[in-house]
């Protein structure tokens, strides 16, 4: 897929999400299988999204909150990290992946014309824009 990578946060398991597009031909890497996981469950959010931006990663989260959150929403600035995140995180693993599938060319499209930082919603209806904490 255009040479696109993604890494999924931990909101987004490791399974489920991951393998479901993985199928549909998505390169990614969950928290998990980057840094097993004990230290996923413990790991703060400034690190993995300075950690996979440095990596080329565009970021996948259930939490659109990161946008809000200045620790956050900072790191995602100074790392001037790509990021989509669910419209809301009260879904299954598969509507999570299936959300996120349904908009992929949206998301392919921003993630290949558009530099960082930014957080997007990705809701049922589209993608949003969020206002990052400043």
């Known amino acids: 897929?255009?040479?696109l990578r993604f890494f999924l946060d931990r909101s987004l398991g490791d399974?489920?999400?991951p393998k479901a597009l993985r199928s549909y031909g998505w390169a990614v890497v969950s928290m998990r299988e980057r840094y097993g996981s004990i230290t996923a469950q413990a790991l703060a959010d400034i690190d993995w999204?300075?950690?996979?931006t440095g990596e080329g990663e565009v970021l996948l989260t259930g939490d659109k909150a990161i946008a809000k959150r200045p620790l956050e929403a900072r790191a995602v600035v100074a790392a001037a990290a790509r990021v989509?995140?669910?419209?809301?995180n009260q879904l299954t693993g598969p509507q999570k992946a299936q959300r996120l599938l349904s908009h992929e060319n949206a998301i392919v499209r921003r993630s290949l014309t558009q530099a960082g930082p930014y957080v997007v919603s990705v809701s049922e209806r589209?993608?949003?824009?969020l206002k990052l904490f400043s």
Do not use: S, Y
């Open 1 to 3: 897929m255009a040479d």
């Open 15 to 17: 399974h489920e999400v």
């Open 49 to 52: 999204i300075r950690d996979a």
């Open 84 to 88: 989509f995140a669910l419209g809301t």
């Open 126 to 129: 589209g993608l949003v824009t």
